[in-house]
């Protein structure tokens, strides 16, 4: 994920930047989930997933650098820090 991002031209918040790899990765294994007890033909849920999220992800990505995000980029790099267990004490 770290290689994807440095090849790409996105522009995403200095904060959110360094933690993007760790959260494109949950984002792949909650889609690897939903894969393996997708018991549409072919997995067609599945393949609705990653057309709608792919998009979206790229949406909020771009937009993280917006001031009126700061807050919600914090929020999501607390709730990380929680369940990786970089937040404990």
Not at 34 to 43: I, K, L, N, P, R
Not at 48 to 68: A, K, T
């Amino acid at each position: 994920m770290r290689r994807l991002l440095e090849g790409s031209d996105a522009k995403v918040s200095r904060r959110l930047e360094g933690r993007l790899p760790e959260l494109l990765w949950l984002l792949q294994m909650g889609v690897v989930l939903f894969w393996v007890y997708d018991a549409s033909t072919g997995q067609q849920r599945t393949r609705v997933l990653v057309r709608g999220v792919v998009p979206l992800v790229d949406r909020l990505v771009r937009m993280s650098r917006l001031p009126v995000l700061r807050g919600v980029v914090d929020d999501v790099l607390t709730l990380l820090d929680a369940v990786s267990g970089n937040g404990e004490s």
